[in-house]
């Protein structure tokens, strides 16, 4: 198994400018969530899904979207980057219900200019 | 909502050394924690899952506890090697999906 994999692993953007961070699992999990993580804070969660066709906000969802039309893939979209986004972005993944461990994606580093 | 503190944010210690990480919580209301290992520049590696139910939990040189009346978890690690250098984190679910972290342990173990 790949586990949770993330493109792309770098990504410098101008501000306005809108993209997509990939996030796929092969470990037919039902819960997918994107975190962001910034200096001296913890992880926060901006969207989760629990299974294809249905998500919600996090913490932090302003400015960022997203959709899962598989159990597989969970895509975020930034729609208009501003600098406050940049951050290092991480996908996770788990079985339902509240018993399990979730499983992290290497991170995406993204810089917006 | 949960506020995560992990105490202290750096620590060195020589190899060999036994250690403690420390991470408190201010809701008791929990459906698990998970103790997590960082590299620099890299993502999060699960080390350890502690269920609301349980109160400890041993992986190799690795035990975390959990003491949910006073919001207080350890993550015990034993006779330390430089290979434990990472930033250690703690993470408490207190819903379906969300994982509320502390800021992490910078450890350093020197040779």
């Known amino acids: 198994n790949a586990g949770v994999t993330q493109t792309p692993k770098f990504q410098v953007l101008k501000t306005g400018q809108s993209m997509t961070l990939q996030c796929a699992q092969d470990?037919?999990?039902?819960?997918m969530s994107w975190y962001r993580q910034d200096p001296g804070m913890g992880l926060r969660l901006i969207h989760y899904?629990?299974?294809?066709?249905?998500?919600d906000q996090g913490e932090v969802p302003n400015g960022y979207n997203v959709s899962r039309s598989t159990t597989e893939d969970f895509p975020l979209r930034l729609l208009s980057a501003a600098p406050s986004q940049t951050s290092v972005y991480f996908c996770?993944?788990?079985?339902?219900?509240?018993?399990?461990?979730?499983?992290f994606g290497p991170g995406t580093r993204l810089t917006v200019t | 909502k949960q506020e995560v503190t992990q105490i202290p944010a750096a620590l060195s210690v020589p190899e060999g050394e036994n250690l403690v990480l420390n991470c408190s919580f201010t809701?008791?209301?929990?459906?698990?924690l998970q103790w997590f290992r960082q590299d620099p520049g890299k993502g999060l590696t699960s080390l350890l899952l502690?269920?609301?139910?349980?109160r400890e939990q041993t992986s190799g040189r690795l035990n975390a506890s959990l003491d949910k009346s006073s919001g207080r978890s350890t993550l015990y690690i034993a006779a330390s090697q430089p290979g434990d250098s990472a930033t250690y984190l703690c993470?408490?679910?207190?819903?379906?999906?969300?994982?509320?972290f502390g800021t992490g342990t910078r450890l350093t173990v020197i040779p």
């Open positions: 996770a993944s788990s079985y339902g219900g509240t018993s399990y461990e979730q499983y």
């Open positions: 470990m037919n999990h039902e819960y």
């Open positions: 899904s629990v299974g294809a066709g249905i998500t």
């Open positions: 809701d008791s209301a929990i459906y698990n």
């Open positions: 502690i269920q609301s139910s349980q």
């Open positions: 993470a408490i679910k207190t819903g379906a999906n969300n994982l509320f």
